[in-house]
C-alpha cells in the first residue's frame, strides 16, 4: 500500500505560480509511473502531465511549455511546478502512482485545490 500525500495548493492571480508536491510513504517510488491530475467542477478528471522512473514526461497540451513535472526519488517526491496560471487551471490537482512492474497497482492522493483568480 502507498499513500500519497499532496500539498502546495492554494489561490493565486492570474500569470502567478504555484509548486504541488506529493510525497509517497514508502521508498519504492523509484519504480512507479507518477503523474497529476486534475478535476474542476463539473467536469471529468483529466491527465496533466506524468513522469515515468526513466524520467520520460508527458504533458497535456493545454499545460505545455507553463507547467514542469519532476521526482525525487531520494525524498520520495514528485512535483508540479506551475507557472504562467490561468484561470482554467483551477482545479482539485490529484497525485497519482502507477507501478511499473507487476503486479501493477495505482494509487491516488486526496487532493489539493488550486484556484486561479482573474
Known amino acids: 500500500q502507498v499513500q500519497l500525500v499532496e500539498s502546495g495548493g492554494g489561490l493565486v492571480q492570474v500569470g502567478g505560480s504555484l509548486r504541488l508536491s506529493c510525497t509517497a510513504s514508502?521508498?519504492?517510488?523509484?519504480?512507479?509511473?507518477m503523474g497529476w491530475y486534475r478535476q474542476a467542477p463539473g467536469k471529468q478528471r483529466e491527465l496533466v502531465a506524468t513522469i515515468t522512473s526513466g524520467g520520460s514526461t508527458n504533458y497535456v497540451d493545454s499545460v505545455k511549455g507553463r507547467f514542469t513535472i519532476s521526482r525525487d526519488n531520494a525524498k520520495n517526491t514528485v512535483y508540479l511546478q506551475m507557472n504562467s496560471l490561468k484561470p482554467e487551471d483551477t482545479a482539485v490537482y490529484y497525485c497519482?502512482?502507477?507501478?511499473?512492474?507487476?503486479?501493477?497497482?495505482?494509487?491516488w492522493g486526496q487532493g489539493t485545490q488550486v484556484t486561479v483568480s482573474s
Open positions: 497519482n502512482a502507477v507501478r511499473e512492474v507487476h503486479p501493477i497497482l495505482g494509487y
Open positions: 514508502r521508498r519504492t517510488l523509484s519504480i512507479y509511473t
